[in-house]
């Protein structure tokens, strides 16, 4: 059974810096791809970045590139996003997964895909 749990979530002033983490149970974490996406209320869910299985390519939205990096330490089983130059409009649950196939580039993500319960990050201006 595959588990994720986030944790690192807080409020934070505007321009300030925050880490996410996930852990991730119940599989080789290391043949999987790993993403970050959040919701602010009353939206959709968006993609904010992702790390293939190897770890050798990362992807992200157009709204966090070079304020945003996600990482993969298969020691620990855990993915990182760390968050620099916060703004408000980065304040929304943030939610990590991983793609129910290994090998894969962490491109298509859907609901038969693995994903935790969130963590919420505030933005404060």
């Known amino acids: 059974q595959v588990q994720l749990v986030e944790s690192g979530g807080g409020l934070v002033q505007a321009g300030g810096s925050l880490r996410l983490s996930c852990a991730a149970s119940?599989?080789?974490?290391?043949?999987?791809?790993m993403g970050w996406f959040r919701q602010a209320p009353g939206k959709e869910r968006d993609f904010v970045a992702a790390?293939?299985?190897?770890?050798?390519?990362?992807y992200y939205a157009d709204s966090v590139k070079g304020r945003f990096t996600i990482s993969r330490d298969n020691a620990k089983n855990t993915v990182y996003l760390q968050m620099n130059s916060l703004k408000p409009e980065d304040t929304a649950v943030y939610y990590c997964?991983?793609?129910?196939?290994?090998?894969?580039?962490?491109?298509?993500?859907?609901?038969?895909?693995?994903w935790g319960q969130g963590t919420q990050v505030t933005v404060s201006s």
């Open positions: 997964a991983t793609n129910r196939n290994p090998y894969t580039e962490g491109h298509s993500w859907s609901t038969n895909d693995y």
């Open positions: 119940g599989r080789t974490f290391s043949s999987y791809a």
């Open positions: 790390i293939n299985w190897s770890g050798s390519n990362t």
